[in-house]
């Protein structure tokens, strides 16, 4: 059988665009945000994890975001990945209220947040109703209106594929995170910039957002091999597609440093899993990059 994700394979038909620097990038959305040139017209759908999150669903805040007409473009996948509390019934309440703007995935047993969210986004692929989808983690963390930023920066410029959130704790945002999961993040970060030798600040902030393309297709097909570092893992393919080309595909990310998250009570993730997570990246670095 054929490697699939030999360094070196071709993509027919692919046009690789080099994008603006960052600098040009916010000058232009912030240009376009005061000439009211940038809302995303075209639809967005983005898949929405949950396990056992029953207490910590914040029905209140998908109320809030669901009724206001300036999302409308926005709809929201929720993925029920095998919960044994009440997440599904409090979806399904919500999908009730909201029946257009939201769906919803039964996943039977729990497979990880990985295949939650790989098999939400490629259902939204294959529903071919979205130019855009993404994921974001349901503690909302990263609050819902902070889809819209995203998604303004992918309209405003054409060439980006990928738009991750950022957690950078500087003046005038609000960044409450955990000491110690911060240094973790950022031991965790620099290793896997070094690793695949672009300059990413955070890999593992739960809002991310990806133009649909046949590439994101390809980086979709098959089944992760991390269950937990997926984000990682996602962009060892994407490089791999671009042949290696890490300048090409730097120009195609975009890092937005986020005003606002918080650290939500009741993570899921412990200090074990990060010495998984490491296990998992050399299992990743010796698969795409090595």
Known sequence: MAEPWRRGRSIPDRQFAIGASAELMVDAVTTAAREGMVHATADCTVVVPCYNEAARFRTAEFDQFLKSEENGHIRLLFVNDGSSDTTLSMIEALQCRFPKRIGLLNQQPNRGKAEAVRSGMLHIIASQQAMWTGFWDADLA???????????LMV??????????ARVRLMGRKIRRRAARHYLGRCFATVVS??????????QCGAKLFRITPVLSQVLEQPFLSRWIFDVEMLARFLVLENGDVRGLEHKIYEYPLPVWTDVAGS?????DFIRAFMELASIYFRYIA
Do not use: H, R
């Not at 070094?194 to 890999?203: A, G």
């Open 142 to 152: 990263t609050p819902l209106a902070q889809i819209q930023d995203l998604l303004d």
């Open 156 to 165: 405003a410029n054409p060439n980006l594929e990928l738009v991750f959130g």
């Open 194 to 203: 070094l690793l695949i030798k672009l300059p990413v600040y955070d890999t």
């Open 268 to 272: 899921k993730v412990t200090s074990l």
